[in-house]
């Protein structure tokens, strides 16, 4: 699948023209004008990468990214109109990977989408995690809590194992149920909610209070592990 690239940008032809040059290299493109509808559509669609924009209708794009950090790890290449030192520092900072200054040369926004992207590819597989109580192995397919193997049904593994892939980032339901049970089975949340109660039973997890399997209400559920 091609990599998705959400662009936050409330200048209509800004995100145009960026739409048309990233899509004629082949990327799937996702636009929103707003702070708002921008974090909706990170949490939902899940992109490779964010371009946003500094100067929101309804808000900084510097606090947007210091709330997108608290959740996701996705890489941010900030395009803004500021040019000093200060909000370049505190762009990088708040976690941004890359800030590229409008007017821009297309040629060199995409060479810096293509390294984003490329440096990203190594982190993607990570073959276990693990906080020194939970680990989870997944070339081995294993669970260990407290350095004792965990018995979880296939379900509850695939689970488990599709948030280990994408560890602190938001998986939606809809994504999870696709995976796990199949497209048909998208709508049925309450198969989903039954198998992360087990999981956080079998984990130790205190399911009023989550340490591991954190809920995002409405969206769906995150790993917070090492």
């Not at 992207?117 to 669970?143: A, H, M, N, W, Y």
């Not at 379900?155 to 939606?172: D, F, G, Q, S, W």
């Not at 796990?180 to 992360?196: F, N, T």
């Amino acid at each position: 699948m091609n990599a998705r690239i959400l662009i936050i940008d409330d200048e209509a032809q800004i995100r145009k023209m960026l739409r048309i040059a990233l899509k004629s290299v082949g990327y799937e493109v996702i636009e929103a004008e707003t702070a708002e509808v921008g974090l909706a559509a990170l949490v939902r669609q899940q992109p490779e990468l964010v371009i946003l924009d500094l100067g929101l209708p309804d808000g900084d794009g510097q606090q947007l990214l210091a709330e997108i950090r608290t959740f996701s790890q996705v890489p941010v290449m900030v395009l803004s109109v500021r040019q000093s030192d200060t909000d370049k520092v505190k762009a990088l900072d708040h976690g941004a990977q890359d800030y590229v200054t409008k007017p821009f040369s297309m040629e060199e926004l995409l060479a810096r989408v293509r390294a984003q992207l490329r440096d990203r590819l190594p982190t993607v597989v990570q073959k276990s995690l693990t906080d020194g109580v939970l680990e989870i192995d997944l070339s081995r397919r294993l669970v260990l809590l407290r350095q004792q193997q965990v018995d979880l049904t296939p379900k509850e593994y695939a689970v488990l194992a599709m948030l280990a892939r994408h560890p602190n980032c938001v998986i939606t339901q809809t994504q999870l149920l696709e995976q796990v049970w199949g497209p048909s089975h998208k709508e049925d949340s309450h198969y989903l909610r039954i198998v992360i109660s087990h999981l956080r039973q079998k984990l130790g997890d205190d399911p009023t209070e989550p340490h591991y399997l954190k809920t995002e209400a409405g969206i769906g559920y995150r790993l917070v592990l090492g």
